[in-house]
Nanobody, 123 residues
Framework: QVQLVESGGGLVQAGGSLRLSCAASGRTFSRYYMGWFRQAPGKEREFVAR????????SYTDAVKGRFTISRDNAKATVYLQMDNLKPEDTAVYYCAANQNSGSDRPITYDYWGQGTQVTVSP
């Protein structure tokens, strides 16, 4: 079992920045691929970013490329999502998730999920 707890969400104006954190506990964090997903009201959960075990490989959805950066600190068992130049369309609940088997953009492949943190971007 892996427990994930997100933090860092909030209300920000367009153009602003937030840094989300996801603290993991339980089984060995460094063995898991980690991903960030988001879900806006009335929409399906969508992939945002993911990072490999060692942090050497990352991937982003096109909508956030150049604005968001995913990183991890295995010593602290924490994954981060730095979000810059935020836009109103980034408003959603953001979830972190852990995948033991491979890097993937598909939510169904992730084994563990946090409870989510709300990000609201005002115009």
């Amino acid at each position: 079992q892996v427990q994930l707890v997100e933090s860092g969400g909030g209300l920000v104006q367009a153009g602003g920045s937030l840094r989300l954190s996801c603290a993991a506990s339980g089984r060995t964090f460094s063995r898991y691929y980690m991903g960030w997903f988001r879900q806006a009201p009335g929409k399906e959960r969508e992939f945002v970013a993911r990072i490999s075990w060692a942090g050497t490989t990352t991937s982003y959805t096109d909508a956030v490329k150049g604005r968001f950066t995913i990183s991890r600190d295995n010593a602290k068992a924490t994954v981060y999502l730095q979000m810059d130049n935020l836009k109103p369309e980034d408003t959603a609940v953001y979830y972190c998730a852990a995948n033991q088997n491979s890097g993937s953009d598909r939510p169904i492949t992730y084994d563990y999920w946090g409870q989510g943190t709300q990000v609201t971007v005002s115009p």
